[in-house]
T-cell receptor
Framework: NAGVTQTPKFQVLKTGQSMTLQCAQD?????MSWYRQDPGMGLRLIHY???????DQGEVPNGYNVSISTTEDFPLRLLSAAPSQTSVYFC???????????FGPGTRLTVT | GESVGLHLPTLSVQEGDNSIINCAYS??????FIWYKQESGKGPQFIID?????DKRQGQRVTVLLNKTVKHLSLQIAATQPGDSAVYFC??????????FGAGTRLFVKA
């Protein structure tokens, strides 16, 4: 099993551009989450899925959209990139207990 | 609002010693508290969790203690090894799949 995969690993955007960060998991988990991690900081929850194709907002949802097309994929879309969105983005797949999360390797995004 | 924070941003210990990493939380409604380890350049990795109705749980070389009276959580690592050097995060969940992380403590292990 590959676990949780994220693409791309690195991305540079100009202010105002849009893009989609990809996340996929092969562990048959139903629940997934997106976090951002700024330098020297903890992870902040952006959006997460709660099952049945439903998503909910986390701590910092503004400027981001998510969609659920399959349970294996959970893409994160940046609508209009801003320098404040420069960060490392982690996708996580959650076990059925709702506690143990499996994280991808991250996408390092720079917005200039 | 909800918050999970840590007392110490960095901790330096001698190899072989025990490490204690602390965390304070404010959401009394959290039902699970979780510790994650993050090595440089990688995503966090689950270490251990504890249900809110417990006060102690042990794993392999790790023990998590929960004191609900003072809303304090700690992670004890026995016989700390160089491979334990990482950033450690506490996190909490409340009634679902929404997990909130604290700011993290960096652990340095001196050989």
């Amino acid at each position: 099993n590959a676990g949780v995969t994220q693409t791309p690993k690195f991305q540079v955007l100009k202010t105002g551009q849009s893009m989609t960060l990809q996340c996929a998991q092969d562990m048959n988990h139903e629940y997934m989450s997106w976090y951002r991690q700024d330098p020297g900081m903890g992870l902040r929850l952006i959006h997460y899925s709660v099952g049945a194709g439903i998503t909910d907002q986390g701590e910092v949802p503004n400027g981001y959209n998510v969609s659920i097309s399959t349970t294996e994929d959970f893409p994160l879309r940046l609508l209009s990139a801003a320098p404040s969105q420069t960060s490392v983005y982690f996708c996580a797949s959650t076990s059925d207990t709702g506690r143990e999360q499996y994280f991808g390797p991250g996408t390092r995004l720079t917005v200039t | 609002g909800e918050s999970v924070g840590l007392h110490l941003p960095t901790l330096s210990v001698q190899e072989g010693d025990n490490s204690i990493i602390n965390c304070a939380y404010s959401n009394s409604a959290s039902d699970y508290f979780i510790w994650y380890k993050q090595e440089s350049g990688k995503g966090p990795q689950f270490i251990i969790d504890i249900r809110s109705n417990m006060d102690k749980r042990q794993g392999q070389r790790v023990t998590v203690l929960l004191n609900k009276t003072v809303k304090h959580l700690s992670l004890q690592i026995a016989a700390t090894q160089p491979g334990d050097s990482a950033v450690y995060f506490c996190a909490e969940t409340a009634g679902g799949f929404k997990t909130i992380f604290g700011a993290g403590t960096r652990l340095f292990v001196k050989a």
